[in-house]
């Protein structure tokens, strides 16, 4: 068991551009679930996957954000035409019946 | 809405010193409550958790928090804290613990001094 691993760790893109970041979740977890930290924040939560199916997006969640688990496996998570404010850490965690397991995050700045 | 506030940004401790960080939630419900310690580069490792039971919680790394209803508070205590304790340290609140959709509050800092 390796943990939840997150790729890529870092991302910079220019403003408008799309990226997609992967969540592994840790081996036979069922709920995978993505947040956000700003700076000087705490995480904040976006969705969440039990098996294949998204369950749950907040309201921060807005369209140009979508996330997918398609074999109940990985995640990930696509940001289109990103903006300024969407520069953040992306949090992954997963669990199975209990606490959630956190990633290391991806850290996106977008210029 | 539930909501968590932890009223100090920043703490410092001499090492060796005693360690409380404070942590006040606002739920409808019976909470779920959690302590997340953050390193640098690091992701969120769980430190403790409380539902029910005993209201004194025991958890890794020689941490322990309170809960104590009538405050609508959940200290988290350390009897003597080390160099390596240094990291950000977040509350947070859930619905039960199969779902980990979180509210965190916004962290305390700590700064352990030799």
């Known amino acids: 068991d390796t943990g939840v691993s997150q790729d890529p760790r870092h991302k910079i893109t220019k403003r408008g551009q799309n990226v997609t970041f992967r969540c592994d979740p840790i081996s036979e977890h069922n709920r995978l679930y993505w947040y956000r930290q700003t700076l000087g924040q705490g995480p904040e939560f976006l969705t969440y996957f039990q098996n294949e199916a998204q369950l749950e997006k907040s309201r921060l969640l807005s369209d140009r954000f979508s996330a997918e688990r398609p074999k109940g496996s990985f995640s990930t998570l696509e940001i289109q035409r990103t903006e300024q404010g969407d520069s953040a850490m992306y949090l992954c965690a997963s669990s199975f019946g209990g606490p959630a397991y956190f990633g290391p995050g991806t850290r996106l700045t977008v210029t | 809405a539930q909501s968590v506030t932890q009223p100090d940004i920043h703490i410092t401790v001499s090492e060796g010193a005693s360690l409380e960080l404070r942590c006040n939630y606002s739920?409808?419900?019976?909470?779920?409550l959690f302590w997340y310690v953050q390193s640098p580069g690091q992701g969120l490792q769980l430190l403790l958790k409380?539902?029910?039971?005993?209201?004194l919680v025991q958890g890794i790394k020689g941490f322990e928090a309170e809960f104590k209803r009538s405050q609508s508070s959940f200290n988290l205590r350390k009897p003597s804290v080390h160099w390596s304790d240094a990291a950000e340290y977040f509350c947070a609140v859930g619905p039960n613990f199969g779902n980990e959709k979180l509210t965190f509050g916004t962290g305390t800092r700590l700064t352990i001094i030799p």
């Open positions: 739920y409808g419900a019976t909470p779920y």
């Open positions: 409380y539902f029910s039971g005993d209201t």
